[in-house]
């Protein structure tokens, strides 16, 4: 008697790095944003720290860009510093990571955008970036280019983030739990970085609705097997469908009620006819 299992094809899962893999996921991706997302929590929170402990220089550094009206020039420069170490703290931890990477870009952004705006005009300014800002000296020399290129590529490096978030150490992977669409757990496996673990070596194919056709399958063969061992008929028919096809579904209930009937029909047939013989 054929298996009811023997038939049915093991699927085998995809190696790592295979190209079924979101790009995101991959384990080398996943190295560099989290090295993106350290670097630029060190970034401001550097930055933050050393505005936070010079209110004036910042109030000085805001004003110097000739920007902002005089009304928001002291909130500006008073929240700044309290708005990057807030930034570099969630980023450390790996909390909102894609929301913290784009905070990062636009406030790279209007750096960028105010720096362009200085050297455009003429002023001779100190961005104040990483040290109290303001009016430079009288032929002091100034470093709009070199800062220039420091925040576009700090601003790439946020994109890069933004698009890429799934990296490692981070809290994110831990509250959110597995990404959406994947199933739920089976018994013996573990979640971690890389997917459902399964320590019995099965896929996870949807094998909830094959197993429950495979019990009926198995519960149908061994009714068979007694109906023929008893009377000595074999149906063909049940028996190819046992040994090689799916019967279809919704179809389990009537098929037993067949088999009730042709037990009944069997048992008639054998019984011999006229009155049992006397045995004494």
Do not use: N
Request: charge should be negative; include cysteine; charged fraction near 25%.
């Amino acid at each position: 008697m054929t298996s009811p299992h023997a038939h049915a094809p093991t699927p085998t899962a995809a190696p790592a790095g295979s190209p079924g893999r979101p790009f995101g996921e991959r384990p080398w991706v996943r190295v560099v944003s989290t090295l993106l997302r350290l670097g630029l929590a060190v970034l401001w929170l550097v930055a933050g720290a050393l505005k936070i402990g010079d209110a004036a220089g910042m109030v000085r550094s805001v004003r110097a860009f000739r920007i902002l009206p005089e009304s928001l020039v002291h909130p500006v420069a008073y929240a700044v510093p309290f708005v990057e170490i807030a930034l570099g703290v969630l980023l450390l931890l790996g909390l909102a990571v894609r929301v913290c990477a784009l905070l990062s870009a636009l406030l790279l952004a209007a750096y960028i955008a105010a720096i362009a705006a200085a050297a455009a005009r003429g002023l001779r300014i100190e961005c104040g970036c990483f040290s109290s800002g303001g009016d430079l000296a009288k032929g002091a020399p100034t470093h709009y280019t070199s800062e220039l290129v420091r925040d576009s590529l700090l601003l790439v490096a946020s994109g890069l983030l933004a698009r890429w978030p799934s990296g490692y150490l981070a809290l994110d992977r831990l509250l959110d739990g597995p990404p959406a669409g994947r199933r739920p757990a089976r018994a013996g496996e573990t979640w971690d970085d890389d997917g459902w673990d399964d320590d019995s070596g099965d896929d996870d194919s949807g094998d909830d609705e094959a197993w429950g056709d495979d019990e009926i399958r198995g519960e149908d063969t061994e009714t068979d097997t007694h109906v023929d061992t008893g009377t000595g008929r074999h149906d063909g028919a049940r028996g190819g469908a046992r040994d090689g096809g799916d019967p279809p579904r919704g179809q389990g209930t009537s098929r037993r009620a067949e088999r009730q009937t042709e037990r009944q029909t069997d048992s008639g047939r054998s019984r011999p006819a006229g009155p049992r013989p006397d045995r004494r």
